[in-house]
């Protein structure tokens, strides 16, 4: 069975520090990557996504995931962070139409910046 | 922008109550998922659907059924609650293959006493 594994279950940082949040998964064929967040008090929503191409993809608030295939991972970054980034973090794969266009989330990462 | 939206933000229901969880999309998505979402363990998908009046059990259907009878609203059924169904419900829609991002409602936080 397919799983996402994210490292940290816990981040807690302070205001202009780099953040870095881990994911793995076990699946080997052609996959979909994605991170969500969901900010305190409010709905899920997207950070960022990688299909194919360069596997250095930005997404929104400055943030940034690298694919690496040879690794099976798909790695959050922030160079600094701000207070309003404090918020849970999701990591999620899909594999398309073979598997029914569903999407796998890991556990979850709560990132708290201290101002 | 898309907009999911769910019945209810917040329920408290009794341990075997029947207990009806409301989603509706304003996007003509032809997928639609249900989520429970739980401290530690993310998201696991409940049920999810495809179209119409067709369903597809999840990792985590026991204790659930749902209901997709138009395009725009898919309902999760908890037949009798019980008191480890207490937790946040959340639904999705999304377009068929595309770019297979999901869209989330707001969520249900369900205590079952």
């Known amino acids: 069975a397919q799983s996402v594994s994210q490292h940290n279950h816990h981040v807690i940082l302070s205001e202009a520090a780099s953040l870095e949040l881990g994911c793995n998964y076990s699946?080997?064929?052609?996959?979909?990557l994605f991170w969500y967040v969901q900010y305190p008090g409010q709905h899920l929503q997207l950070l960022l996504k990688?299909?194919?191409?360069?596997?250095l993809v930005k997404g929104i608030k400055g943030f940034e995931a690298e694919f690496i295939k040879s690794k099976f991972s798909f790695n959050l970054r922030k160079p600094s962070v701000q207070w309003s980034d404090t918020a849970e973090y999701f990591c999620?794969?899909?594999?398309?139409?073979?598997?029914?266009?569903?999407?796998?989330f890991g556990g979850g990462t709560r990132v708290l910046v201290k101002p | 922008d898309v907009k999911v939206t769910q019945s209810s933000r917040y329920l408290v229901k009794r341990t075997g109550e029947k207990v009806f969880l409301e989603c509706v999309q304003d996007?003509?998505?032809?997928?639609m998922f249900w989520y429970r979402q739980d401290p530690g363990l993310g998201l696991r998908l409940i049920y999810f659907s495809y179209d119409v009046k067709m369903k597809e059990k999840g990792d985590i259907p026991e204790g659930y059924s749902v209901s997709r009878e138009k395009k725009e609203r898919f309902s999760l059924i908890l037949e009798s609650a019980s008191t480890n169904q207490t937790s946040m419900y959340l639904c999705a829609s999304g377009r068929q293959g595309g770019s297979y991002e999901q869209y989330f409602g707001p969520g249900t936080r369900l205590t079952v006493t």
């Open positions: 699946y080997g064929g052609t996959v979909n």
């Open positions: 990688y299909f194919s191409g360069d596997p």
């Open positions: 999620a794969v899909n594999r398309g139409w073979a598997a029914g266009n569903k999407l796998t």
């Open positions: 996007m003509d998505h032809e997928n």
